[in-house]
């Protein structure tokens, strides 16, 4: 009895020292200590040049660092366009056609060598630079076409001419349609009428400024050396590995503010935290890369990141059971978000090759067949563990075009049907083995990229047996996200199955997938139509309303008569944060998000 009262007493005694301990290294960080914001990307980035990157993880670096002229409000549910680097909201022709914005004075890039020691102000020339350099073959812009369509007069036949003749791209060159009137005033004129063209000019992530000197001084290097206007700056970089970034000390003076809803509690309650604060709040970015799901769920949980992006959905049912949060994250301090994205899982088929490309009845058919076989309400049931709802079309939720209440064949899982329209075309297995042979008796075997983490497994494994099931053999081919992107952006691909967000409050982007005019960009498939690209221009050129409305449904149902993507879901992402991150909300469209949050220091866990 005493000796279990001594070691009860030594326990507590203990117990009392460690929450001694714990107490005093709280109460050691000070409020002068750097304020660290610490997460994880699930994938690799590919580099930080603007006119050079396409995925997510890579934009919401550059976003950033450099700056579009507009912005959205980050409270603002739906979203709203506000000025950034710009002075004003554009003024615009009648006709939508001319563009015109005035930049503020006294806006600086962040120091760098190859200013040669003077402060570099941003003018209305650096927005011509850089929207010039996507047309430059030499920049290879992956994104080229989002500015191809617009049609800035001049642009593209100047382009054409460059690339026809091989002559270096003459970036002094007047444009009539990208002009800097004055030192501070840009002017953009388009060959054809695009009502939501500022939507454009909002995606710091793509279209931010970027200083010639700097691009001259690097120009093998400009994706790893991006120096840019806004609040941070890149520290340091091991690529796949992790990505530091500082504040921007010459940061221009910005406060806090925003505009939420009267009726959105969680925004209002932000905005009377926040408003007035000088931005960023936060000192330091730290990302790490980590692939696979548990190490990250696992180093969140160990309090190594303050913010877990996207929970893992292997252990969503740990995080939040019954869709609230778990009892003992709670006791953490940790807090949950959870949105439906506007983003899309598919399956993109490569219309140029040739076994499931081309444009006759029997791939037409094989394609649907494969789409009609594929077993997504498991992949979300299973895998995905329920954090998804089912995607009828490629158009993505939150954004104009989309439709809850649309169905067709693209989201529909009938191994039936598929079968049947399998035998009907010819694909029947002749040798018996189990498997459909091609109609000229050749072997039938899919090829499809793939990426080696655990979680993409056992999506593959869901595929591959749904498509078994229906005759058709599926192989894949394993490598990093960045090659099969760059693979995929070649059109060296067979299949792919990945995802897309938007980036505009528009669908018009969405639209892309099936404009001929984005092969080698957002046109995954390398689909060409005319019918397609007639309805593409002609939803661009409207205004929103009825009319245009209609033409989102008439393409989508020709998308899913063609069969080029297989949309599978729209994710629901919960977001978990430890109590020392204040002020986080997901954005809806953009990606910058770091200068409206804030890190208490002295809430982080105490090891």
């Keep these: 009895m005493n000796v279990d009262l001594s070691l009860r007493c030594r326990a507590l005694l203990l117990l009392l020292c460690l929450l001694g301990s714990a107490r005093l290294a709280a109460s050691e960080v000070s409020d002068t200590s750097p304020k660290v914001l610490r997460y994880a990307f699930r994938v690799s980035e590919t580099g930080f040049d603007p006119a050079k990157v396409t995925d997510i993880y890579s934009r919401i670096v550059t976003s950033h660092i450099f700056e579009g002229l507009y912005t959205y409000d980050h409270l603002a549910r739906p979203a709203k366009l506000k000025p950034l680097t710009a002075a004003a909201l554009p003024e615009v022709s009648a006709d939508f056609k001319t563009w015109t914005i005035r930049i503020q004075p006294g806006i600086y890039f962040a120091d760098d060598p190859a200013f040669k020691g003077k402060k570099r102000e941003l003018t209305a020339a650096d927005y011509v630079y850089s929207f010039k350099r996507f047309a430059d073959p030499y ?83 400009s994706s790893e050396h991006p120096v840019g206007t806004g609040p941070f700056q890149l520290a340091s970089w091991r690529r796949s590995s992790q990505i530091n970034l500082d504040k921007n000390p010459g940061y221009r ?66 995080a939040m059971p019954g869709g609230k949060l778990a009892p003992n994250l709670v006791k953490k301090g940790i807090q949950s978000f959870r949105v439906v994205t506007s983003d899309v899982l598919f399956t993109v088929f490569n219309l140029e090759d040739p076994v499931v490309g081309g444009y ?44 809850a209440s649309f169905k067709s064949e693209s989201g529909e899982y009938d191994p039936a049907k598929a079968k049947a329209l399998l035998d009907l075309y010819g694909f029947i297995d002749r040798d018996g083995d189990g498997f459909r042979e091609q109609p000229d008796g050749s072997p039938l075997v899919l090829e499809s ?124 992402i919960t977001d978990l944060a430890h109590a020392q991150l204040l002020g986080y909300r997901r954005p809806q469209f953009w990606l910058n998000f770091w200068e409206y949050v804030d890190v208490d220091e002295r809430l982080r866990l105490v090891k």
Excluded: C
Aim: aromatic content about 10%; cysteine-free.
């Design 139 to 221: 920049t290879n812009s992956p994104t080229w076409d989002g500015l191809e369509e617009n049609h800035l007069l001049g642009l593209n036949e100047y382009r054409a001419q460059v690339q026809k003749s091989k002559q270096p791209f003459d970036y002094d060159k007047p444009i009539e349609g990208l002009r800097a009137l004055d030192r501070y005033t840009l002017q953009i004129k388009l060959g054809k009428s695009r009502p939501r063209f500022d939507q454009n000019l909002a995606d710091g992530s793509l279209l931010g400024a970027v200083a010639r000197e700097v691009i001259e001084a690097y120009p093998e290097h």
């Design 449 to 572: 990229l793939t990426t080696p983490e655990q979680f993409q497994r056992q999506i593959d494994q869901i595929w591959q047996k749904s498509q078994a099931a229906i005759g058709i053999k599926v192989q894949f081919k394993t490598a990093k996200w960045p090659e099969n992107l760059k693979a995929m952006r070649a059109g060296k691909f067979q299949i792919w199955s990945l995802a897309s967000s938007a980036a505009a409050p528009d669908g018009q982007d969405a639209l892309g997938f099936f404009f001929s005019e984005r092969i080698g960009g957002q046109n995954y498939a390398r689909i060409n139509l005319k019918s397609l690209d007639d309805l593409y221009n002609q939803t661009n050129a409207l205004p929103d309303g009825p009319e245009r409305l209609a033409l989102f449904t008439e393409l989508k149902r020709l998308g899913a008569a063609y069969a080029p993507y297989r949309p599978r879901g729209h994710r629901i």
């Design 360 to 403: 006759s009845p029997e791939r037409v058919a094989l394609r649907r067949a494969i789409s009609l076989g594929t077993d997504s309400e498991r992949e979300i049931r299973i895998v995905r563990r329920g954090q998804a709802i089912s995607a009828q079309s490629i158009m993505l939720p939150h954004t104009t075009g989309y439709d």
């Design 253 to 318: 003076e910005r406060y806090y503010d925003a505009e939420p809803n009267a009726d959105d509690a969680e925004g209002q309650a932000l905005l009377a935290r926040f408003k007035g604060r000088r931005i960023p709040m936060i000192d330091r970015v730290e990302v790490a890369i980590i692939e696979e799901n548990q190490p990250r769920w696992l180093s969140f949980l160990d309090g190594q990141f303050d913010l877990l992006d996207r929970t893992p959905e292997d252990f969503i049912n740990q």
